[in-house]
Every structure is written in C-alpha cells, then in structure tokens.
C-alpha cells in the first residue's frame, strides 16, 4: 500500500490483524495519519473522540500492569448482551472458529481462554497501541461519531502501509489504562484500543476467510 | 482516489445537481462496505436506499408535517447529549455559525435560518436517501461499529465522485418515515444519508468547517 492506495483497496485489505511484523512505527505517519482524520465527520461538529498513542517503555509498562490485574469488575461497559444477540453471537462464534481453524489448533475452551487473553494484552505484539476514550456524556450516535473517527484512521493507516486490530478487549482494563494515562475516569469513558503496526505476512491468523452477511440481507433498494 | 484525499474531499453537502445516481454504483459502493469492521463481526446496520417516487413520498409526507413543527417530532433517541458543556456548544453553534454566515442570513433573522433548516427534510435535493436502522437491543459500541459503516460508505462515494451529507436530522420525523418505509418494531431508526453529485459551486457547500487542532485529540508516549 502506497499513496496511491484507493479507497476501495483500503477497504477491502483491511482486516483485523493478530500478527505484526518486529518494526517499529514512525512517529511523522501517525502525526499524519491522526492530522488528517480530524477531518471525520460528527453530528453537530461535535468531534467528540480522544486518544493516546503508546509505544516503547510506556506500552510495555501499561502491558505488564494488566498482566498483573484480573479484569475489572463491573465492565466499563457492556460489548453485548449475549441473552438478546443470538445471531450476531453465532457471527462471533464463527469469527472465532475460523481464526483458530486458520492457527492450526485445536485445544481445549481453558487454553484457548488464556491464549486469547495474553495476545490481546499484548495487543498482538503491535508496536504501537491507540488508546480511545471520550467524555461520558456522550450518547449513542457520538459513539457513532467516534466510530467514523476510528475507521478513517484505519483507512488511511492502509495507506501507509499499515495495519491495525480494533479490541474492545482493552476496555476489561478500562480503569488501570486511564490511570496510566492520567485519563479521569470520573469524566471519561474507555472505549477501545488500536493496535498498529505492519502486518506479518506469513502468520496464517492475519489470512483465515471473514463471513460477510450477503448485501441482500442488509440492504433494501427502492424506486430504482 | 486515494484514501487521503477522499477523507479531505469529503464534507456534507447541503447542494446537489439534479442528475440521478445509477443502482448499479450504490450496490457496488454498498457490497464494498459490508467489508467494513465491527466488534464481534456483529455487522449491526440495516439499510433503506431511496430515490424516485418512493423517496418522493417520504418526502411529501414529512412535509405536511413539517408546520406543526416541534409537536411534530418523535424522535426515539437524543441526536444532542442533554447535558454538555460549553466546548463542545461552541463546536456545535461553530458550524451553524460559519453556514448561515456563508449564505449571508444574520443570527437575528430565524426565519430564514428555519427555512433551511427544513432543506434537511428534502434531502438538500440529493436523488437518493439512504436510511439506517438497527435492531433496538444494540449497545454503544454497535453504534460505534454503523459510524464505522457509514465513513466507509462515505469514503468509498467520494471514490465514485459522489457526495453525501449525513442527516441525524431525520431522526425527528421517525414517524413519518416509518409510514412511508417498513422497518420493524423492533428496529430503531438512526439516520439518513443524502446521496448524489454535490454543487460544488453553492456557497453552502463551500464555507470553511472548523475543526479542533491535533493537540487537542491526541498525546503521545514512549515516541
């Protein structure tokens, strides 16, 4: 990916990635990168996401905290209500088995729970890390806003040649984060956390085929 | 088009040429955008796309209401947080502020400000109206996962050399739009899309949006 990258191969290459080649991320690209996405649409103007990019001695020192923290309790907030969302835990379920099918393992619900922890603290071994967090105040259509926010930036990171992984797994060390980032917790929520870095090429994990729900499904046309 | 530039090319657009957009674009636009992420692939949005009579209809029926003003509305979600202070007031009035300035209407003169306001319930004569709704049991972060959706499709426009403007607007005639559209019961309506070939030429579509500076979005450690 250059700066030749259309919108359409941005699209289309970005995936979630669980493996991140051992290369740092200069610091100009993300200035760039984040500079540009100011240019994110919100209602009302309202621009209402914030962040903190962590690399290095920082990163790794928030890393070892969680390490040494179980999750929070109760969540930051709740990712879904697996009670009311049968078909889009089936979608996650299948997320899932396709990634470890891609991985190659096979292992029992204990090790694959630990597995999945330590990865995601982690954050994949990216060598970079986007903390996201905005005013509490905020309603449901300015986390829609923040959303706009968080897919320019992983747009134009593709341009750059670089990938990311949204985790919303972050958000179980809500509290720990925004106390290392001496982020109020009174005032701010924990949102998620990019991991970005380039993409390992050889790791089966970043190459397992993703289920899309066909258009039909999703959208309806009239009076065309 | 590059990424860069679609993101710094797009803006809302409040003036479109009377020219229609093809089917075959939006569906290509559309199954590009089912590529776009959400947490747990919850794939959360659910879409209406307009044009013609139909969106004519929808149109006309808002538009009967439109005089009752706010005796008219029924909206099922707060577009504004209730309570917010004055940083995020000053964004918001910023944008309206630097609008009406651009189109020459003086604060005092509500009237006319009213009046374009209620441009926003003709699409701002975009051919096409894209609505979104989901399933009412969706949290926060699925909101998060159909603004993730609603950038890309607005990125992957700007690639066709079409323009959009997103309008939480019609959120407040919900009524309305669900006697003119089927969505079900237990679906709420978020917002909608105009989409076509923006004027490019009409001062509304040219004024200068601010936006915050860099410093004020992010802090770096360990650089």
């Avoid at chain 1, 706009?148 to 990171?157: G, P, S, V």
């Amino acid at each position: 990916m250059t700066n030749s990258t259309t919108v359409t191969e941005a699209v289309l290459s970005r995936r979630s990635v669980r493996a991140f080649a051992d290369k740092p991320v200069p610091l100009e690209i993300l200035r760039q990168v984040m500079d540009t996405a100011r240019w994110a649409p919100s209602g009302c103007n309202f621009q209402p996401w914030e962040g903190a990019i962590l690399t290095g001695e920082p990163l790794r020192a928030l890393q070892d905290k969680m390490r040494a923290t179980p999750p929070q309790d109760p969540k930051e907030y709740s990712w879904s209500d697996p009670e009311v969302l049968p078909e889009c835990l089936a979608r996650l379920h299948q997320v899932g088995a396709d990634m470890y099918a891609a991985m190659n393992i096979e292992r029992g619900d204990k090790a694959a729970r630990a597995d999945f922890m330590s990865s995601n603290i982690a954050s994949f071994n990216a060598p970079a890390v986007l903390m996201v967090y905005f005013p509490r105040v905020m309603g449901a259509p300015q986390w829609s806003d923040v959303g706009m926010w968080l897919q320019t930036i992983m747009l134009l990171l593709r341009e750059q040649g670089l990938d990311t992984c949204p985790q919303e797994f972050l958000s179980l060390y809500a509290k720990l984060i925004k106390d290392h980032l001496g982020v109020s917790d009174e005032s701010h929520i924990f949102f998620c956390g990019i991991a970005i870095g380039y993409r390992d090429e050889e790791d089966p994990v970043n190459a397992f085929d993703r289920k899309r729900e066909p258009l039909d499904s999703k959208i309806k046309f009239l009076g065309f | 088009m590059n990424v860069s530039e679609a993101v710094a090319s797009r803006r809302s657009i409040r003036a479109f040429l009377d020219k229609p957009v093809d089917r075959e674009v939006l569906a290509r636009v559309l199954a590009k955008a089912q590529r776009s992420p959400s947490g747990g692939n919850t794939q959360p949005w659910n879409v209406i796309v307009l044009t013609g009579d139909p969106l004519a209809a929808l149109l006309a029926r808002v538009a009967e209401v439109i005089p009752q003003g706010l005796a008219a509305y029924s909206p099922e979600y707060n577009v504004y947080p209730p309570e917010l202070d004055g940083a995020y007031q000053q964004r918001r009035f910023g944008v309206g502020d630097a609008m009406y300035a651009a189109l020459n209407i003086p604060r005092e003169d509500k009237a006319s400000r009213l009046k374009w306001f209620a441009r926003n319930f003709q699409a701002f004569g975009a051919p096409v109206l894209l609505l979104l709704h989901t399933k009412r049991y969706m949290g926060p972060p699925q909101w998060a996962d159909m603004g993730m959706w609603l950038q890309t499709v607005s990125l992957l426009l700007r690639e066709e050399g079409l323009d959009s403007c997103m309008q939480e607007a019609w959120a407040v005639y919900t009524k309305q739009i669900r006697e003119s559209v089927e969505i079900p019961d237990d679906h709420i309506f978020f917002c909608g899309m105009a989409i076509g070939w923006g004027d490019r030429e009409a001062a509304i579509n040219r004024f200068e949006v601010p936006r915050a500076g860099i410093e004020e979005v992010v802090t770096w450690q360990g650089f």
